[in-house]
């Protein structure tokens, strides 16, 4: 169950971070506009990269045990710039979302989209697949991690799908996406001490 947790947590942080994927996820959900079809394609796609990355780095482990601490510097220095970039979005600030624009959208073009900005984004591959896969590898109970990590994916894209369109009246103001990038930013330097500590 510790296990578990700790996969759920760490991975939530990460996914938590608002880049083009999710805000994606946002305005088709303010919209409300084929968010199942979206969040399922997100959800399972994160679920495909997370198991590649606990047995794949399972693997590369076995042949180089050491590859475990490269990572785990590569991983920390990611997560401290990740959170720097976040600062730095906060304190320059935003225009909002725009949601004037209220022409419908078809639904194969959005679950293109949706496809393109999990796989064509290289984040993607450091988080899910180098660190998650660095941790599972790190973790006494890697398969409860990585399920952990998995069912953190599937809440988080759900919740955050159909839960955006509540956030309709906030998420226009400029000021929530610094107040939000500046929590994403804390969330990843505190990652990133944990495991640097660890």
Same mark, same amino acid.
């Given at each position: 169950m510790s296990a578990m947790l700790t996969g759920f947590s760490l991975s939530l942080s990460l996914i938590i971070g608002l880049g083009a994927q999710n805000a994606f996820i946002l305005r088709q959900g303010m919209r409300r506009e084929h968010v199942l079809p979206v969040v399922l394609v997100c959800a399972i796609s994160d679920a495909i990269l997370l198991i590649a990355g606990a047995v794949g780095f399972g693997l590369l482990v076995k042949q180089s045990p050491n590859i475990v601490e490269i990572f785990r510097y590569v991983g920390v220095g990611f997560l401290i710039v990740y959170g720097s970039m976040k600062f730095h979005s906060a304190w320059q600030g935003s225009d909002g979302m725009d949601l004037s624009e209220k022409t419908p959208t078809l639904l194969l073009p959005t679950v293109l989209t949706a496809i393109a900005l999990t796989w064509l984004n290289p984040h993607v591959y450091l988080e899910t697949v180098m660190l998650m896969g660095s941790l599972a590898s790190q973790s006494e109970d890697k398969l409860s991690f990585t399920i952990g990590a998995i069912m953190s994916?599937? &809440?988080?894209?759900?919740?955050? %799908?159909? %839960? =955006?369109?509540?956030?309709?009246?906030?998420?226009?103001?400029?000021?929530?996406?610094?107040?939000?990038? &500046?929590?994403?930013?804390?969330?990843?330097?505190?990652? =990133? =001490?944990?495991?640097?500590?660890?």
């Open positions: 994916s599937f &809440f988080f894209f759900f919740s955050f %799908g159909y %839960g =955006a369109r509540l956030l309709t009246p906030l998420f226009v103001k400029p000021i929530s996406w610094r107040y939000l990038d &500046f929590g994403v930013g804390v969330l990843m330097w505190i990652i =990133a =001490a944990k495991v640097w500590f660890h």
